[in-house]
C-alpha cells in the first residue's frame, strides 16, 4: 500500500455529515424500544423535587467551624509552649 492509498481511503467528515440517513445511537434504540411497551409518563419542566431534608441551622454549622478554628489555634499554642527552644 502506498502513502496515496491511504490518503484517498481518510475518512472524511463532510461526506458523513451529508449522509441522507443517519443511524440512532444505542441509547436511543434502546429508549424507543423501551418506550413501545412502556411509554413514559408526561413530566413538567421543572418536576417537583419532594420533600427535603431538614438542613441544620446557619448558627450550628458557624459554631462548629468556629469551634474548629479554636481547637486548632489551642492546639499549636499549647505545642509551641512545650517545645524546646
Not at 3 to 18: L, M, N, S
Not at 66 to 83: E, M, T
Request: aromatic residues 10%; glycine residues 4%; hydrophobic residues 35%.
Amino acid at each position: 500500500m502506498s502513502q496515496e492509498d491511504d490518503v484517498e481511503r481518510e475518512f472524511d467528515i463532510k461526506w458523513a455529515d451529508g449522509a441522507e440517513h443517519k443511524e440512532p445511537s444505542a441509547r436511543a434504540r434502546m429508549l424507543a424500544a423501551r418506550w413501545k411497551e412502556n411509554p413514559p409518563q408526561p413530566q413538567p419542566f421543572r418536576a417537583d423535587p419532594g420533600p427535603r431534608t431538614p438542613r441544620r441551622s446557619s448558627w450550628s454549622s458557624t459554631a462548629i467551624v468556629l469551634g474548629c478554628v479554636v481547637a486548632v489555634i489551642l492546639l499549636l499554642g499549647y505545642s509551641r509552649f512545650q517545645a524546646p527552644y
